[in-house]
């Protein structure tokens, strides 16, 4: 033999203790642990019903102040299957945060990009500052702050507010591409209110040249998105998701952000769907309404407030109740696109619905967390 140390009484199992040895593995033991037949979410759905975190959240407003260093008073939605990653899914974190009446809490900028939903909100002059520009936040209307963007959030009203962030540290961490810059003094020039709105709109003006962000910093008001839902009411809808429609980057005419598309839909009074899972991950805000998601098997009762995740390629299927339902939803589906890694499948089976076998329960906590 060319190589000296063949052994002419060599077994497999000694070739599979020096490959380790050599930190080697041989494919054809381990191939259908690198090569799944199928998505593995390793995680589980889960629902945190606003309820029960709200009296949580008002308990760090009296014992936390927005300043640097605390930096922030948000609380994040830790699937417990990823507590080591402080996220809601794979990809994706929510969180709620309080900005109490007459406070602010400093600029920053980071690599994650983020979004806020603002779940509970008075309006008035109650905003996050990106890049130089305020965006309002009134109930329920999306603000962004893509990657990168500067922002610091002020509420000058005389009362709280709370909303929803959602940002995409996971799928950055997982990636190691985490940078964050605290900011100091006059971070970026003020811009004018509707600043972005305007240069993307109909109207800019004379002289001032083309947008120069690379992602806009926009706020899409609950009024007009609502408004496009509801003129859609009577349609057929998808079977999936009823009336669903997504935020789009007007500069690309393409998703939310590059990493996160931000959804809202509409389902009518006692609208029932279909199943389907994708090679996504979603996470889900009750604006309004009351109903169920059956998700691999498990019923999800939720109500006005409540957040709940649906792992990749996890079945999943919303039955409303009775009135009109709103959902706000986070997925991480155009990362996906992005990397050509994006498949989605109907349920044929059982008319395209699932037997529901379990109802979820958050105290039974304990009891999965031990599983
Ligand atoms: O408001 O800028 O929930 O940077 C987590 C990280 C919110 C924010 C979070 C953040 C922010
Ligand atoms: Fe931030």
Excluded at 65 to 78: F, K, L, Q
Excluded at 177 to 187: C, D, H, K, L, Q
Excluded at 235 to 259: M, R, V
Excluded at 276 to 304: M, N, P
Aim: negative net charge; glycine residues 8%.
């Amino acid at each position: 033999m060319m190589t000296g140390t063949h052994l002419s009484n060599d077994s497999l199992e000694q070739l599979h203790e020096d490959l380790a040895a050599a930190n080697m593995a041989p494919t054809w033991k381990y191939i259908a642990d690198f090569v799944s037949k199928e998505p593995k979410a390793t995680y589980r759905p889960w629902l945190w019903r606003w309820n029960e975190i709200l009296p949580l959240l008002q308990r760090a407003g009296d014992l936390i102040t927005p300043d640097r260093g605390a930096e922030r008073r948000s609380m994040e939605h830790v699937n417990p299957d990823l507590k080591p990653y402080y996220s809601t899914s794979h990809t994706i974190a929510t969180a709620v945060q309080l900005v109490k009446a007459g406070e602010r809490a400093p600029a920053h900028r980071h690599a994650t990009g983020a979004i806020r939903f603002a779940a509970s909100s008075k309006g008035g002059r109650v905003y996050t500052k990106v890049q130089g520009e305020r965006l309002m936040m009134e109930e329920n209307d999306l603000i962004l702050t893509p990657s990168w963007a500067w922002h610091e959030h002020a509420n000058e009203t005389d009362h709280d507010i709370v909303w929803l962030d959602a940002l995409d540290f996971p799928l950055v961490n997982l990636l190691k591409t985490s940078i964050f810059e605290p900011g100091e003094g006059a971070v970026c020039a003020d811009k004018p209110d509707n600043y972005t709105r305007d240069a993307l709109g109909l109207y800019r003006t004379v002289g001032g040249g083309d947008y120069s962000e690379a992602q806009p910093t926009l706020r899409y008001p609950w009024v007009e998105m609502r408004a496009a839902l509801d003129r859609r009411s009577g349609d057929k809808g998808c079977p999936h998701d009823g009336i669903l429609l997504e935020y789009i980057n007007p500069l690309s005419s393409g998703p939310t952000l590059p990493t996160l598309s931000c959804r809202a839909q509409l389902l009518r009074d006692g609208e029932r769907l279909k199943a389907h899972r994708a090679t996504a991950s979603t996470i889900y805000y009750v604006i309004a309404g009351s109903g169920s998601t059956v998700i691999d098997g498990q019923l999800f009762e939720w109500q006005k407030g409540d957040v709940f995740v649906v792992p990749i390629w996890a079945w999943h299927e919303h039955h409303n109740g009775t009135g009109d339902a709103y959902l706000f939803s986070i997925t991480d589906q155009p990362a996906m696109e992005r990397l050509g890694l994006y498949r989605e499948e109907a349920l044929q089976e059982s008319g395209g619905h699932q037997s529901v076998s379990t109802s979820f329960r958050s105290d039974s906590r304990e009891r999965n967390h031990e599983a």
